[in-house]
T-cell receptor, first 117, second 117 residues
Framework: DAGVIQSPRHEVTEMGQEVTLRCKPI?????LFWYRQTMMRGLELLIY????????DSGMPEDRFSAKMPNASFSTLKIQPSEPRDSAVYFC???????????????FGAGSRLTVL | AQKVTQAQTEISVVEKEDVTLDCVYE???????LFWYKQPPSGELVFLIR??????QNEISGRYSWNFQKSTSSFNFTITASQVVDSAVYFC??????????????FGQGTTLQVKP
């Protein structure tokens, strides 16, 4: 298996532009997570999907952020409009979680480094 | 509230030295899971170990060992005979069973380990 695939790996954009980050989870995994990593706040969970359904989006910073999972093999995280404070590394992770016990091991993608000028 | 503290921001050792990375956690749950992840310079997060709250046995895997002590709420990680390839950021993380529905994994701030030749 190729692991969790994220694209783009690097994105530089200007303030106000729309940014779309993409993720392909590991085949067979039923849970998908979007995390954001910054120097100031470390790793933060943005949103969690289970069986393609958003379960918890309480970590999404504000309405400018939205995430979708139209099918089991694809998810997007969109920022519109982008701001300089959104600059961070965004990680997608997936896992197989049958009983939502909190014990599942996450497999992370390589991350998408976003710079908003 | 759940919290993970990695008090050591950066550690620098010379190759072949032993090094211990500290992790202290806070939780009110009786059932929880502790993790260590490694983030090498390439950026992705790599799973190292998971322990559940009912298993305090120490674990050894090659040069890596983990010491879990509920009495002090600690889950420390020791690398024996460190190598340059061990240079990375290491994250300790906590997941509570009660948060199983949210998929929330709480990360510490990370410890940057530099192993010099």
């Amino acid at each position: 298996d190729a692991g969790v695939i994220q694209s783009p790996r690097h994105e530089v954009t200007e303030m106000g532009q729309e940014v779309t980050l993409r993720c392909k989870p590991i085949s067979g995994h039923n849970s998908l997570f979007w995390y954001r990593q910054t120097m100031m706040r470390g790793l933060e969970l943005l949103i969690y999907f289970n069986n393609n359904v958003p379960i918890d989006d309480s970590g999404m910073p504000e309405d400018r952020f939205s995430a979708k999972m139209p099918n089991a093999s694809f998810s997007t995280l969109k920022i519109q409009p982008s701001e300089p404070r959104d600059s961070a590394v965004y990680f997608c992770a997936s896992s197989w979680d049958r009983i939502r016990s909190g014990a599942n091991v996450l497999t992370f993608g390589a991350g998408s480094r976003l710079t908003v000028l | 509230a759940q919290k993970v503290t990695q008090a050591q921001t950066e550690i620098s050792v010379v190759e072949k030295e032993d090094v211990t990375l500290d992790c202290v956690y806070e939780t009110r749950d009786t059932t929880y899971y502790l993790f260590w992840y490694k983030q090498p310079p390439s950026g992705e997060l790599v799973f190292l170990i998971r322990r559940n709250s009912f298993d305090e046995q120490n674990e050894i895997s090659g040069r890596y060992s983990w010491n879990f002590q509920k009495s002090t709420s600690s889950f420390n990680f020791t690398i024996t005979a460190s190598q340059v390839v061990d240079s990375a950021v290491y994250f300790c993380a906590l997941s509570e069973k009660s948060s199983g529905n949210t998929g929330k994994l709480i990360f510490g701030q990370g410890t940057t380990l530099q192993v010099k030749p």
